[in-house]
């Protein structure tokens, strides 16, 4: 595929020896199983299991960082003064972490797929909500559907469009918007611990690629990121592909730190964060 072709010529500019931050995903699988790397590295999160099942397939050594209760809250104070401002990324310490453990190193990550090819499971919802858009019957209803689901966007993505009708618009905008801030966060670290860091799917000719793709080919039915999986199928487990239970790189930060508040409340973490930086 031509996707293969692209991040293959994106991984020959990345200088020998290097390592992956394996998370247990496809993103980091299919770049793990096309550049084939020194070694990897994880966290022992969630997401564990599936990137021994990756680094075991693919043959790649694979170093586990170890989080816990005990170290976490010393991590934060740390990572934050790194960072320098606020931010709701529960994998600021997961990202500290690694980017400790690999100090000096090369290595490449996987950040950025999601955006671009529909990888989030809100991106289903919205997809859905769009076809409405599409029902010759409902044309009438359009600022009716426009007020019912602004403020869906607006809580699925944490950005709010003047209109809710086009997919690409709303990809667009997370790339350009909520991406940025956690690229920050790993280009900060990385430097703090002199790791340099390459992002293939960051990449202008993978960015061009990707805009240019028609939406069915990044989402079909209820399947995400579609592209992708399909020439992952060729390196991947298919269990590996296909798994439905992504969490992504993040630990229980609110039980962690004591916090009284849902698992996916951030307003307790925001209001220690801006504490710390006073």
Known sequence: MVIEAILKKEIKKVPRPFGIFLSGGIDSGLLAALSKPDFAVTCDTGEL???????????IPLDVVTLSKITYKGFLNDAIKIIGKPTTHFSLVPWYCLMGYCQGETMINGEGSDELFGGYSRYLIMKHIFELYKVPELKSYHPTLDFLFSDLHTKLTGTRLPFFKDM?????TEYLKTLPPLIRIEKKLAKHFNVKLYQPFMSESVRKYAWDLPLRAKIRGFQTKVILRHTAEKYLPYKVVYRKDKMGLACPVNKWMGWKVGKYDKSEYLKYQNARLK
Request: no cysteine; charged share 25%; proline share 0%.
């Open 49 to 59: 299991k599936y990137a021994q099942k990756i680094a075991k397939h693919l043959g």
């Open 168 to 172: 690409d618009i709303v990809a667009m």
